[in-house]
């Protein structure tokens, strides 16, 4: 068990595997002739081309994740509340302008279970670039075993033994970060490109 804000971490963690060369390398190749893996130069433009929407993608998470703490967070008691002016004010302000007769409020799927929580995903998008930071480091990028083994011990099996924060800070070896994240889409330094991790076909 571990906070709902880091539970969805692990899993955009192991996204980062599938955009790395020499993790493709292993088992993406061309059916006709194994020996043809992906083009390095492919795999730039398809990292390059993520950029395009993720703007637009964070401006409706973060409009998701505002209403969801607006919703939840706390109201004078006997007061009505009428979700849907606080619904579309809210898109309004931070995603699109919204139809007056839209009511996204009345289909948004997350408004119940996870109460508050909606923010988790873009934080765990954040926490899981910085975690990235470890394996582009690495020697042996994303195959890098002692890296792997180090996320094992020092993040997965703590579960919530100790602060999830620790645990982060300890793999790591320095203090979280929000600059990966940023970095990845698209705001402030770029990191180089590299094609982390030794691939399988020649240089």
Same mark, same amino acid.
């Given at each position: 068990?571990?906070?709902?804000?880091?539970?969805?971490?692990?899993?955009?963690?192991?996204?980062?595997?599938?955009?790395?060369?020499?993790?493709?390398?292993?088992?993406?190749?061309?059916?006709?002739?194994?020996?043809?893996?992906?083009?390095?130069?492919?795999?730039?433009?398809?990292?390059?081309?993520?950029?395009?929407?993720?703007?637009?993608?964070?401006?409706?998470?973060?409009?998701?994740?505002?209403?969801?703490?607006?919703?939840?967070?706390?109201?004078?008691?006997?007061?009505?509340?009428?979700?849907?002016?606080?619904?579309?004010? /809210?898109?309004?302000?931070?995603?699109?302008?919204?139809?007056?007769?839209?009511?996204?409020?009345?289909?948004?799927?997350?408004?119940?279970?996870?109460?508050?929580?909606?923010?988790?995903?873009?934080?765990?998008?954040?926490?899981?670039?910085?975690?990235?930071?470890?394996?582009?480091?690495?020697?042996?990028?994303?195959?890098?075993?002692?890296?792997? /083994?180090?996320?094992?011990?020092?993040?997965?099996?703590?579960?919530?033994?100790?602060?999830?924060?620790?645990?982060?800070?300890?793999?790591?070896?320095?203090?979280?970060?929000?600059?990966?994240?940023?970095?990845? /889409?698209?705001?402030?330094?770029?990191?180089?490109?590299?094609?982390?991790?030794?691939?399988?076909?020649?240089?």
């Amino acid at each position: 068990s571990v906070p709902r804000d880091f539970v969805e971490a692990p899993s955009q963690m192991l996204q980062a595997w599938v955009w790395e060369k020499g993790v493709l390398d292993t088992f993406a190749a061309d059916y006709r002739d194994p020996s043809k893996k992906i083009p390095a130069e492919l795999i730039e433009k398809m990292k390059e081309a993520r950029l395009a929407t993720e703007g637009m993608r964070y401006r409706r998470q973060f409009a998701f994740a505002s209403l969801d703490l607006a919703l939840h967070g706390p109201h004078e008691d006997g007061t009505p509340h009428d979700c849907v002016k606080v619904s579309n004010a /809210i898109l309004e302000k931070v995603l699109l302008p919204i139809e007056p007769q839209t009511a996204f409020v009345a289909y948004f799927g997350h408004i119940t279970g996870y109460d508050a929580g909606y923010y988790g995903y873009a934080w765990a998008d954040a926490i899981a670039a910085d975690l990235a930071t470890v394996f582009e480091k690495a020697p042996g990028g994303y195959l890098d075993n002692e890296a792997g /083994i180090r996320l094992r011990h020092d993040l997965y099996e703590p579960g919530s033994s100790r602060e999830v924060t620790q645990s982060i800070e300890k793999f790591l070896g320095r203090k979280q970060s929000v600059e990966p994240f940023l970095a990845k /889409i698209g705001i402030g330094p770029q990191k180089k490109k590299s094609g982390a991790g030794p691939s399988q076909e020649s240089r």
